[in-house]
C-alpha cells in the first residue's frame, strides 16, 4: 500500500482559522480592495459603508493572521496586503466563483453533466 500523509493536527487547526477568517463578506472584500492599492480607514469606511468600530475588528483580524500591515503616513494610518499568498488564494477563489455562478468546470465543460442550451 502506498504512503499517504494528513495535515499535521496543529497546521491543519490553523487553517482552519485562516478559512474561516475567509469566509467574511467584509474581509474579503478589504482584501480585495488592498489588492488594488494601499487605504486609510476613513477611505475604506467610505467605500464600504459599514462602522468604523466594525471596520476596525475586521482589520485586527486581518493584521492578526499577518494578512495585511499598516503604515503611518502623516496623521493617517494606512492598511496595504503583506502576504502574496493572500492574493494568490482571493483570486483563487475569485476564478472558482466564476466556474460555480456559471456552472462550467475549469475546462469550460458543463459540470455534473449538465447541458448548456444557447437561445434557440
Known sequence: MESIN????AKLDEAVKIARLLGNKTRIQI????????????ELQEILQIEQSSLSHQLKEL????????????????????????????NSILAHTDHVLT??????????????????
Open 63 to 90: 493584521r492578526d493572521y499577518q494578512l495585511i500591515s499598516q503604515q503611518r503616513v502623516g496623521k493617517s494610518i494606512y492598511y496595504q496586503l503583506t502576504d502574496p499568498h493572500v492574493i494568490t488564494t482571493m
Open 103 to 120: 456552472g462550467k468546470a475549469h475546462d469550460g465543460e458543463p459540470v455534473n453533466g449538465t447541458i448548456e442550451i444557447n437561445g434557440d
Open 6 to 9: 494528513l495535515i499535521h493536527p
Open 31 to 42: 482584501l480585495y480592495l488592498l489588492e488594488q492599492k494601499q487605504f486609510n480607514v476613513s
